[in-house]
């Protein structure tokens, strides 16, 4: 049991620091993804669905 709980630890310590490390990275990425990219009106919207189509077929 005690080689379990070890474990754990060292696996909850890994994930926090992957965490620390990851956070600020992905906080650039969403705030650089929320103002770019086709609006989904117009003809962003039919260029969206036409590339949706064309990957389905």
């Known amino acids: ?3 379990l709980a070890r474990s754990a630890t060292i696996a909850l310590r890994m994930l926090t620091l992957a965490a620390l490390l990851m956070a ?3 906080a650039i ?4 993804a ?3 990219g ?3 009106q117009g003809a962003g919207l039919v260029l ?3 590339l949706q189509r064309q990957s389905m077929s």
């Open 24 to 26: 600020p990275m992905g």
């Open 29 to 32: 990425a969403y705030s650089k």
């Open 34 to 36: 929320s103002g770019l």
């Open 48 to 50: 969206f669905v036409t």
């Open 1 to 3: 049991m005690s080689s």
């Open 38 to 40: 086709i609006g989904k």
